[in-house]
């Protein structure tokens, strides 16, 4: 079975702070992905990656950059956190293109 | 841009009782993929659809892929309180593309 594990289940961090959220996967898959999940908006593609130091814009990517610079570890970074930036963070991988998504637990990130 | 709508947003049931969920996309589909997530869970791989007027059955649930490929649905017959969760249904944007689009999401919760 897959595993993609998130480093934190929660965080709580201020206004205004740099932000780090690590994801790692196990099976070698080239493909990873965040996503921000809020109620009645689903999952929105934050970023993703299809290979080392390989990444591309998804649907809502301002006020966040992302890093790959190993295969198996994609970050999310928030340059200067905001209190609209208080979500769900879900990473995920994908073997191929049209293969299933496969999620982490998600790190549920406040910011006060 | 590219939807992907998904009704009701929430439905209660009495245990045993039939539940259907439907997406909409606003444009063709390649294929689309279905996801559950439990309460307090991530996002697991459901089932894809890939074919017009494809239908497939795990037990219990029903997926459908409609013939013109922008809409889809799943029934779930019998319901049991196991069946508590959200349900996705998530659409490539355009095709040859990692990038998921996912519905808003169906919650449905089981009364016993």
């Known amino acids: 079975d897959v595993k993609v594990t998130q480093s934190s289940r929660y965080l709580v961090k201020r206004t205004g702070e740099k932000v780090f959220l690590e994801c790692v996967q196990d099976m070698d898959h080239e493909n990873m992905f965040w996503y921000r999940q809020d109620p009645g908006l689903g999952l929105r593609l934050i970023y993703f990656?299809?290979?080392?130091?390989?990444?591309e814009k998804g649907d809502i990517p301002e006020g966040y950059s992302v890093s790959r610079e190993k295969k198996e570890r994609f970050s999310l970074i928030l340059e200067s956190a905001s209190t609209n930036q208080t979500s769900m963070y879900l990473c995920?991988?994908?073997?191929?293109?049209?293969?299933?998504?496969?999620f982490g637990n998600g790190t549920r990130l406040t910011v006060t | 841009g590219q939807q992907v709508m998904q009704i009701p947003q929430y439905q209660h049931v009495q245990e045993g009782e039939d539940f259907t969920t439907y997406c909409n996309s606003s444009t063709t589909l390649s294929n689309i993929q279905w996801y559950k997530q439990r309460p307090g869970g991530h996002p697991v791989f459901l089932i894809q659809?890939?074919?017009?007027?494809e239908v497939k059955k795990q037990k219990r649930l029903t997926f459908q892929f409609g013939e013109a490929k922008k809409n889809s649905s799943l029934h779930i017959t019998a319901t049991q309180t196991t069946d508590v969760g959200t349900y996705f249904c998530?659409?490539?944007?355009?095709?040859?593309?990692?990038?998921?689009?996912f519905g808003t999401g169906t919650r449905l919760k089981v009364l016993a």
């Open positions: 995920a991988s994908m073997r191929t293109n049209n293969s299933p998504l496969h």
């Open positions: 659809l890939v074919k017009s007027g």
């Open positions: 990656s299809y290979d080392v130091k390989m990444k």
């Open positions: 998530a659409g490539p944007r355009g095709s040859g593309t990692y990038k998921y689009i």
